[in-house]
């Protein structure tokens, strides 16, 4: 059964700093692995998805990467801004007829002015 | 586009009274998701719509939630009778054939 961890559960930094943010996954069968952004009183919005054959994707200035063999993944925000404030997500998805997305609890992230 | 339409936002009831939630998904979209998610927690899989059909119902509590998609479109899930555990938010999302899930804005629910 999968299970996926982040850590750390919430995080303050101040504005412009490069920060990090982890997911760690049980069952590394996966077929992809996702990064979803939460804001209060809002759904997700898909950040970036990383396929299993692929060690890293970009969008601005945010980089995923993917390490399947140690069943992990880090979120990096680099130049962080307060409207970077949310939830972050991260969910494993496996093949077959479901294409099941699990979910981690997500990390609270707080840019301070 | 329009993006994924839920309604009620939000929704108070008492324990043992039913509710139902409403989802129009992304015009086009095959696939249709219902996720429960519980305060400090990620969201939970409920159920899994392949245009009406079901693909997926194992983790949806079959003893007093119920859902339909009719036409393969708009979706209604139904919670009766409503326990308090059953307060969270739920989150109705699509997907077509790409592997992004578009998600709704949800439905709150509190159960007193």
């Known amino acids: 059964k999968q299970e996926v961890t982040q850590i750390p559960a ?37 950040l970036l998805l990383i396929q299993s054959s692929q060690r890293e994707q970009t969008s601005g200035r945010l980089n995923a990467s993917l390490d399947k063999s140690s069943g992990r993944s880090t979120l990096y925000i680099a130049a962080s801004q307060p409207g970077d404030s949310a939830t972050y997500l991260c969910a494993a998805q ?20 | 586009e ?13 324990k043992r ?3 139902a939630f409403w989802c129009n998904p992304i015009s086009g979209h095959a696939t249709l998701y219902w996720y429960q998610q519980i305060l400090g927690q990620g969201p939970k899989l409920l159920i899994q719509f392949q245009n009406n059909g ?33 307060s969270a938010v739920y989150l109705c999302a699509s997907r077509d054939f790409q592997e992004t899930q578009y998600f709704g804005p949800g439905t709150r629910l509190l159960v007193l």
């Open chain 1, 10 to 46: 919430a995080l303050s930094v101040p504005e412009g700093e490069n920060l990090v943010l982890n997911c760690s996954f049980t069952d590394s069968a996966i077929y992809n692995l996702q990064w979803f952004r939460q804001d209060p009183g809002k759904g997700l919005t898909s």
């Open chain 1, 94 to 113: 496996h093949g077959g007829a479901t294409n099941k997305l699990i979910f981690g609890t997500g990390t609270l992230l707080a840019v301070q002015p």
């Open chain 2, 2 to 14: 329009a993006g994924v339409a839920q309604s009620p936002r939000y929704k108070i009831i008492e």
């Open chain 2, 17 to 19: 009274q039913s509710v």
């Open chain 2, 54 to 86: 079901v693909v997926d119902d194992s983790q949806l509590p079959k003893d007093r939630f119920s859902a339909e998609r009719l036409k393969g479109v708009d979706s209604t899930l139904k919670i009766q009778p409503a326990k308090l555990e059953d």
